[in-house]
């Protein structure tokens, strides 16, 4: 994946007073730039967005930041996150998730083909739709990295039931959409637009305004990730602005936030239970 450090990019750093050029290090190694409330941060991005016409922007709200052990932000896809530490999980863990997400793709495909979901054939053929949907809905670990064109989503997700940590939202710089996967070759990154790949029947991708970021091209087996290092594999390398946000007074009456149960409307979500199902045979 090409980082944005060797792009012109305009951001802002937690001490600054305006928008300047900066690097995508200075930017992972920041603490983050404080939110008072939801339309300050709806202005600075509005402001990220004119400086940086040539990108796409694309969110991810988290309970917390999280530094690898040089002290930048990570921000790894779930099949690459450390188990434990500050650490990349080692060949013998990465082997053993690979294989578990083989199994679980095995089993999508074959639950998929038998199942009167509209768009059956697309997932059935495409590996990169199946991980879609095995991370979206938390089966197991993927390449994937799940992140979502909605602010409001993002800063709900950072701030629902983070009382005791300090949330944050993650802006990423992406090149131009198009069609239900976007692949840069040059960039080396692949954007995949949920509401475009899953049954219409699937609720979680639309309330969410998901989208997934992958490598390009696929690293669909543990052989070709040796062939990167692991900070070449780090979405913190997309990272355009990272933004701390107060636990307080961040919502109001007229900026609400997304509650949990409208962000997972697992009721109305037959995916949940197709995908339950999987999980199920994984652990058995």
């Not at 991810?60 to 052990?69: S, T, V």
């Not at 670990?141 to 300090?166: I, K, M, W, Y």
């Not at 543990?222 to 070449?232: C, L």
Request: hydrophobic share 35%; with cysteine; glycine share 4%.
């Amino acid at each position: 994946m090409e980082t944005l450090r060797i792009r012109k990019i305009t951001s802002i750093l937690e001490n600054d007073a305006s928008f300047h050029s900066v690097t995508n290090h200075e930017i992972r190694s920041d603490r983050g730039v404080f939110i008072q409330d939801y339309p300050e941060l709806v202005e600075k991005v509005a402001q990220l967005s004119f400086h940086n016409p040539e990108h796409v922007l694309l969110f991810r709200g988290q309970k917390q930041d999280y530094p690898n052990f040089q002290g930048s932000t990570s921000i790894k896809s779930t099949i690459f996150r450390p188990a434990h530490g500050k650490r990349p999980p080692d060949s013998f863990e990465l082997a053993r998730r690979y294989q578990i997400l083989s199994n679980a793709e095995q089993i999508l495909s074959d639950n998929f083909s038998q199942s009167h979901f509209l768009g059956r054939q697309r997932i059935v053929r495409h590996r990169l739709l199946r991980w879609a949907i095995l991370q979206h809905y938390g089966v197991c670990g993927t390449p994937l990295l799940d992140v979502t064109h909605s602010l409001r989503v993002a800063a709900s997700f950072a701030t629902n039931d983070a009382s005791d940590s300090e949330p944050v939202v993650y802006v990423l710089a992406v090149p131009s959409l198009s069609g239900s996967v976007t692949a840069s070759s040059e960039q080396g990154i692949q954007i995949i637009r949920l509401s475009s790949i899953c049954p219409p029947d699937a609720r979680r991708p639309y309330f969410q305004e998901g989208y997934l970021l992958a490598e390009y091209p696929d690293l669909a087996t543990i052989t070709e990730k040796q062939n990167y290092r692991p900070h070449e594999i780090d979405f913190g390398l997309r990272l355009l602005a990272k933004f701390r946000l107060s636990r307080s007074g961040f919502w109001s009456k007229d900026y609400t936030v997304i509650p949990r149960e409208a962000l997972y409307p697992n009721e109305r979500d037959p995916l949940v239970e197709f995908t339950e199902q999987i999980v199920a045979r994984l652990i058995r």
